[in-house]
């Protein structure tokens, strides 16, 4: 597989090891070289913390045709119902053969025990205690871990797409493969047949996050630099309950909790989500983030209480286990007492436009996961419908990269360090990336404004311009490429915001406090190339 020590060349360069770059090595693995690769560990990924489950039509009480209404319910007229049907069609197969691997989902009574969250009409979401996602990880690492054609390079960094017309070849732009900075600093060449991004979603750009460091928007950043078209980046959707505490600021109080009995309460213990939705508690995230957010204004509060009681504490230790017992190493009882929480950024509904097999603008790259857009989530994520994205986008890839022509690895040019000039000012990595999200959380949050997007772009263009004028004169490092990349990822985020005139699903404006009747898509188009 390897030219020489910097240079490599492969079948097929996978970029992330979630639920989606992992099942897409798996199935790509018995046809040809894979290179997978990711920026931390195997547990530096969403994937790995995701809690309540994964959505599919697992009872004879449920159907395919209510799992579907209840997307296109909760996506706020912007899905695309066919891709919502391809996705959801495919949810029984995928989670009897996540079984079949070893994921030790809980049982009842022989049968899957489904658990519920907002949204959801059914009982359809397969668990493993409320460790999903670590379960599933697992699963699908014992079948990547041992096969011989998977080379995994842990600690690399993608920096860029290498494509055709950035090297001034070929009239059709395709990708050729990617730089990749390894955790020596030094910059591997890797040239690939098909490329696969599956580098999650972008959670970071923002200061309150249930996500992984990981989840800086690279793969977003590298395609939009390559040529690719992104769409529907305005919509981040926001948990309704991450904890609010000093030292675990980041952790996610499942809506599974909420699904099994949980109430939101105030300070003073007031219900209050009957007064904002007939579902309560189990209305769409949008909804129950909102309302939080609102009653946290109106109270001048600086959170509101997630109510666990109800659950009862045999089921609270049995079935949220983890959460509890990390609760309790911060000095929280959720079996006693009502626990603090505030929405955070969770998932980006948005990405790199892609088809469902994950076929993007340019040829031989692919988009998979949180980090494509689809049209599976429109304007709001139903909850758990996101690994089942990521695992059955990965299994369609698969299929259609192994339809393309047979063809040689092109050669591609090393990376080219030609620029570096000796460091004179360092630029402030931490102070830029800490103003990047401070601006997007203060400007570009759960309520947006035309002057709040307009006073956001004008603090990004100044960091922007400050990060263009250092990057290509020194050398790269894993926190400049992630700076860069997030400055990138708030600005899209922001020009798509200002793109969409009205309020619908996860984008509110003051402004534009009105749907339009026809619903579409937003769509930015790169002039990278
Ligand atoms: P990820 O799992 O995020 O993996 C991204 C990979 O890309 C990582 O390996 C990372 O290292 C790598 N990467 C990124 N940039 C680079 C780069 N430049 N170079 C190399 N590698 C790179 N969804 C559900 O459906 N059900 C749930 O219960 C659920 N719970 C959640 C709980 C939490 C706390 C969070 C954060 C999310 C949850 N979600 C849930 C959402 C879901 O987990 C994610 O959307 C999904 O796991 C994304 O998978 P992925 O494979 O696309 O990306
Ligand atoms: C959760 O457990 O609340 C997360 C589920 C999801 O994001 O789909």
Not at 188 to 209: D, F, R
Not at 426 to 433: A, E, G, M, T, V
Request: glycine share 8%; charged share 20%.
């Amino acid at each position: 597989m390897s030219v020489s020590a910097k240079q490599l060349k492969t079948d097929f360069l996978i970029i992330g090891s979630g639920a989606a770059g992992l099942l897409a090595a798996s199935r790509l693995a018995p046809h040809g070289q894979v290179i997978l690769v990711n920026k931390g560990t195997f547990q530096d990924s969403s994937t790995w913390y995701a809690q309540g489950g994964i959505a599919g039509v697992s009872s004879d009480k449920d159907s395919f045709e209510s799992h579907v209404q209840d997307t296109l319910a909760a996506g706020a007229g912007l899905c695309h119902e066919d891709v919502v049907r391809a996705i959801v069609r495919h949810g029984t197969e995928i989670i009897d053969e996540l079984v079949e691997i070893g994921t030790l989902f809980d049982r009842k009574n022989g049968a899957l025990h489904l658990t519920r969250e907002g949204g959801h009409s059914s009982r359809r979401i397969a668990h493993a205690k409320d460790a999903t996602g670590r379960a599933i990880s697992e699963a699908l690492l014992s079948q990547v871990a041992p096969h011989a054609n998977i080379q995994r390079l842990e600690q690399h960094a993608a920096i860029d797409l290498i494509t055709s017309r950035r090297i001034g070849k070929y009239q059709q732009n395709r990708c050729l493969g990617a730089y990749i900075l390894n955790p020596d600093g030094e910059v591997l060449t890797i040239a690939a047949k098909q490329t696969i991004l599956a580098t999650g979603g972008a959670g970071k750009v923002y200061l309150y996050t249930s996500n992984p460091h990981a989840a800086s928007g690279d793969g977003i950043a590298m395609a939009w630099r390559a040529g690719c078209s992104v769409m529907n980046l305005e919509f981040i959707q926001f948990h309704p309950t991450c904890l609010f505490h000093r030292q675990g600021s980041n952790m996610l109080l499942s809506e599974a909790l909420r699904g099994e009995g949980a109430q939101l309460v105030d300070q003073q213990g007031r219900r209050f989500m009957p007064e904002y939705d007939e579902r309560a508690e189990l209305a769409p995230r949008d909804i129950v983030a909102r309302a939080i957010d609102y009653e946290m204004k109106k109270q001048g509060a600086d959170c509101m209480y997630l109510d666990a009681r109800p659950i009862g504490k045999t089921a609270i230790v049995d079935h949220f286990r983890n959460i509890h017992a990390r609760l309790l190493e911060l000095g929280l009882d959720m079996t006693t007492e009502p626990i603090p929480v505030v929405p955070a950024a969770h998932y980006l509904c948005g990405g790199i436009k892609a088809d469902v097999h994950g076929r993007t603008d340019i040829e031989g790259l692919y988009a998979i996961g949180e980090t494509a857009a689809t049209g599976l989530h429109g304007a709001n994520r139903l909850a758990s419908n996101s690994l089942l994205e990521c695992l059955v986008m990965a299994d369609y890839c698969a299929t259609d990269v192994l339809k393309q022509p047979d063809m040689p690895v092109c050669p591609v040019p090393c990376w080219d360090a030609s620029g570096i000039v000796p460091e004179t000012e360092r630029i402030q990595i931490k102070q830029n990336w800490d103003e990047i999200r401070a601006t997007m959380s203060h400007y570009v949050g759960i309520v947006r404004s035309n002057e709040r997007l307009r006073r956001a772009r004008r603090r990004l263009r100044l960091i922007q311009d400050e990060i263009a004028a250092y990057y290509w004169k020194h050398p790269v490092s894993q926190d400049l490429l992630e700076l860069r990349n997030l400055a990138l990822m708030a600005e899209l985020i922001i020009q798509s915001a200002q793109q969409r005139h009205e309020s619908r699903g996860l984008h509110y404006s003051t402004d534009y406090p009105h749907t339009d009747a026809q619903a579409r898509d937003t769509i930015l188009k790169s002039d990278a190339l």
